[in-house]
């Protein structure tokens, strides 16, 4: 990891890109990723826009849900072609 530290609008951009990026790599709406994690789906769509700053349990739960470490989702997306 860097040690570069990111504004906190950087990192919720990050979590907001990743985690859509890794919804849509396992196959998943936002109604299923909610249904998996037992998240609700207005939370999803919220951390997805940006709007709010979730409790590190949530990003946790979300994580394991997409089967990544949480730190991860708040690294800049790389892109994949």
Partial sequence: LSS???????????LADNIRIQRKRNNLTQEGLAEK?????????????????PAWATIELLATTLKIKPQSL???PRVRE
């Fill in 4 to 14: 570069q530290r990111l504004s906190m609008s950087e990192a919720l951009q990050n």
């Fill in 37 to 53: 994690s037992t998240i609700s789906l207005n939370t999803i769509q919220a951390i997805e826009r940006c709007n709010g700053s």
């Fill in 74 to 76: 708040m690294l800049a």
